[in-house]
Nanobody, 121 residues
Framework: DVQLVESGGGLVQPGGSLQLSCATS????????IGWFRQVPGKDREGVAC???????YYAASVQGRFTLSRDNAKKLVYLQMNNLKPEDTAVYYC???????????????WGKGTPVTVSA
């Protein structure tokens, strides 16, 4: 079974940093796209960063230059390093994957349960 488990969320002050991790199992890690998404209660889930199956990595404009996605293929882990965090980054963060796509999207089939991030003074 495909499994994704996020960790690393928490409370951080504006301007601070957090690193999220997504532990994966049950699929050929090297071949699938993996994305990070976030959702605020009452709002639509939005894409944050994507590692596509062709090796490209891209980011939402709102996090470009502050967030970095990386993959450890040996450990089947995906990281999201978040720097210079802002209150508007507060959300539950999810990782997701799906063998049907090259790129990421909210229509992906497999999701973790999420890890909450709160940016507040």
């Amino acid at each position: 079974d495909v499994q994704l488990v996020e960790s690393g969320g928490g409370l951080v002050q504006p301007g601070g940093s957090l690193q999220l991790s997504c532990a994966t199992s049950g699929f050929p890690f090297d071949d699938y796209p993996i994305g990070w998404f976030r959702q605020v209660p009452g709002k639509d889930r939005e894409g944050v960063a994507c590692s596509s199956s062709d090796g490209s990595i891209y980011y939402a404009a709102s996090v470009q230059g502050r967030f970095t996605l990386s993959r450890d293929n040996a450990k089947k882990l995906v990281y999201l390093q978040m720097n210079n965090l802002k209150p508007e980054d507060t959300a539950v963060y999810y990782c997701a994957t799906d063998e049907r796509f090259v790129d990421c999207g909210i229509q992906m089939k497999y999701w973790g349960k999420g890890t909450p991030v709160t940016v507040s003074a």
